[in-house]
């Protein structure tokens, strides 16, 4: 993919002001005089079994992996975006498995919101949110 996708920038009419990959999700922030189109319709020209598709902010939220976007004041601030399909189930308390992977889940979330949330308040509220969570939702103790 790395190959693939060097080759094609390289090529490419359009230069990206920055490219993040992770995986198989791609964030592109173009100049705002560039079309995305051109871009696009370049990549999937480079590989016939390749196919890149494009979703694009919409009310000034930008999809990108588990990381919710937001452009005010032309600063970008991120928090942890949820699919409309996550229910908030998760590895119930009494459930027969070790303490430690239960304490574990809790760790990875926890670190997960520190590491994405660009903003104190949305630091918050996340970690309130996982605390609400699992003590009402999944019976942890709050301790």
Not at 1 to 23: F, G, H, N
Not at 63 to 81: A, I, M, Q, R
């Amino acid at each position: 993919m790395a190959e693939l996708e060097d080759q094609a920038l390289l090529t490419s009419p359009i230069a990206p002001i920055c490219w993040y990959r992770k995986v198989d999700d791609t964030f592109v922030v173009l100049n705002p005089n560039d079309n995305p189109e051109h871009l696009l319709s370049h990549l999937n020209s480079h590989h016939s079994r390749m196919q890149f598709t494009m979703e694009e902010e919409s009310d000034n939220k930008l999809p990108f992996l588990d990381v919710l976007v937001k452009k005010e004041e032309n600063k970008l601030s991120t928090t942890v975006y949820k699919k409309p399909t996550h229910n908030d189930q998760y590895l119930h308390f009494t459930s027969n498995h070790p303490l430690q992977v239960k304490k574990g889940i809790i760790s990875t979330l926890t670190r997960r919101a520190k590491n994405i949330c660009s903003t104190t308040e949305a630091l918050e509220t996340e970690l309130s949110h996982i605390c609400h969570v699992f003590v009402h939702y999944n019976q942890y103790p709050r301790s």
